[in-house]
């Protein structure tokens, strides 16, 4: 399966876990929006590590603890970029544009998916053939 179609797959599995928590964080505990959508992010970035590692791009990287974590933390740090976007569209567009902000981060999510993947293939989860040089 293409890797592009195995990410999209996985980050569809996290943009549920995200919605779900945005959601959850919002209208049942009563965190207001951006840091419920700050911790939505968060554990939907844990997931999509775990699932992109397993699965997305198995057949790259080195085996090991610390190189694991190393993935996790360049993941993250990748990932950074579009928290960054997804939180500035999540706010423009519900405190601006006054949409409603499970709607807003929708677009949100959308606009640093193909940033994310670019990153993440190029960096987080390079060749091994790259890793060694």
């Not at 990287?61 to 933390?73: A, P, T």
């Not at 706010?91 to 606009?111: K, P, Q, R």
Request: charge should be positive; charged fraction near 15%; glycine fraction near 6%.
């Amino acid at each position: 399966m293409p890797r592009f179609v195995k990410f999209c797959l996985v980050g569809t599995s996290g943009f549920v876990l995200n919605m779900f928590f945005l959601w959850f964080l919002t209208e049942k505990v009563g965190v207001y929006y951006l840091l419920s959508s700050i911790g939505a992010i968060e554990i939907s970035l844990v997931s999509n590590f775990v699932l992109n590692d397993l699965w997305t791009w198995h057949d790259r990287g080195k085996e090991g603890k610390r190189e694991y974590f190393r993935r996790m933390l360049q993941y993250h740090v990748s990932a950074s970029a579009a928290m960054l976007t997804n939180l500035s569209i999540l706010w423009i567009l519900t405190e601006v544009f006054h949409v409603y902000y499970l709607a807003s981060n929708v677009f949100g999510i959308l606009c640093g998916t193909l940033l994310n993947f670019f990153i993440n293939d190029r960096w987080t989860f390079k060749h091994k053939k790259e890793l060694s040089g």
